[in-house]
Antibody, heavy 114, light 111 residues
Framework: QVQLQQSGPGLVKPSETLSLTCTVSGGSIGSYYWSWIRQPPGKGLEWIGYIYSSGTTSYNPSLKSRVTISVDTSKSQFSLKLNSVTAADTAVYYC????????WGQGTLVTVSS | QSVLTQPPSASGTPGQRVTISCSGSSSNIGTNTVNWYQQFPGTAPKLLIYSNNERPSGVPDRFSGSKSGTSASLAISGLQSEDEADYYCAAWDDSLNGLWVFGGGTKLTVL
């Protein structure tokens, strides 16, 4: 059974880069789509983008200019970088598995503040 | 403003049947399948229904999904207090090179 463990800082300064990592266990990182999804406090879900194990990516057009998702198959990890963050990027960030988003990581609250 | 439209709230009494709607367009629900997620406060969403009406292992058969045209619905029969949660629909949207879109979420209250 695939499990996802997220890691990364919970506080990022405005204009800096948000970086999060999701470590996959209990299954192979190959042959799956791996997504990042975020949820601002008290609000709904927003898909950020996905990466296929081959390295192919797709991003939400609203974030595309600031987002990079990468994969390190040797470490069974995939990562999110979001640059030039503002307070509007404050949210709980989740990683999720496959086209069904099943399962999800535990979530990381990232606050953008100086 | 979410691409998929859900009612912000729904309610029912124990034992009742409730439905939650999700309205989209030809580029998302009209063309692709719909997933539903259940989220309790402070926890990650959990897949409840996939491919319009399929239940993952472990999801009670009280939960069912359907799709017609550009709309989808989640039905919960035999409502229980532990069903009180937020529910989200999602679908792939073929516009703008493709992206996943979600509904704004429906908070279900068990009275």
């Amino acid at each position: 059974q695939v499990q996802l463990q997220q890691s990364g800082p919970g506080l990022v300064k405005p204009s800096e880069t948000l970086s999060l990592t999701c470590t996959v266990s209990g299954g192979s990182i190959g042959s799956y789509y791996w997504s990042w999804i975020r949820q601002p406090p008290g609000k709904g879900l927003e898909w950020i983008g996905y990466i296929y194990s081959s390295g192919t990516t797709s991003y939400n057009p609203s974030l595309k200019s600031r987002v990079t998702i990468s994969v390190d198959t040797s470490k069974s990890q995939f990562s999110l970088k979001l640059n030039s963050v503002t307070a509007a990027d404050t949210a709980v960030y989740y990683c999720a598995t496959g086209r069904r988003f099943d399962p999800w990581g535990q979530g990381t609250l990232v606050t953008v503040s100086s | 403003q979410s691409v998929l439209t859900q009612p912000p709230s729904a309610s029912g009494t124990p034992g009742q049947r409730v439905t939650i709607s999700c309205s989209g367009s030809s580029s998302n629900i009209g063309t692709n399948t719909v997933n539903w997620y259940q989220q309790f406060p402070g926890t990650a969403p959990k897949l409840l229904i996939y491919s319009n009406n399929e239940r993952p292992s472990g999801v009670p058969d009280r939960f069912s999904g359907s799709k017609s045209g550009t709309s989808a619905s989640l039905a919960i029969s035999g409502l229980q207090s532990e069903d009180e949660a937020d529910y989200y629909c999602a679908a792939w949207d073929d516009s703008l090179n493709g992206l996943w879109v979600f509904g704004g979420g429906t908070k279900l209250t068990v009275l």
